[in-house]
């Protein structure tokens, strides 16, 4: 189950914070009462992390193009006059 940490406490307890999320799971730290972030084990965030990415083959056989995605947009440049030989 996940405890709340007020920043202060996290802070000045951080090796037990870092224990706790160990042992337990994810932790919440609060600051002036609002959730703002969560700390979790690595290995659960790497799974996180791992099930929003397409994997290849996903991506192979989507219906849909992808190569927008792929082609950074081009930047509009001003046109050099043309050099004459004299």
Known sequence: MSRRWPVQDAKARFSELLDTTLAEGPQIVTKRGV?????????????????????????????EARTDELTPPRRQHRRRTPWTVK
Not at 40 to 47: A, D, S, T, Y
Not at 51 to 61: A, G, I, S, Y
């Open 35 to 63: 959730e703002t972030v969560v700390l979790l084990p690595i290995e659960q965030w790497r799974r996180l992390e791992g099930m929003t990415r397409p994997d290849l083959k996903e991506l192979l056989l989507a219906p």
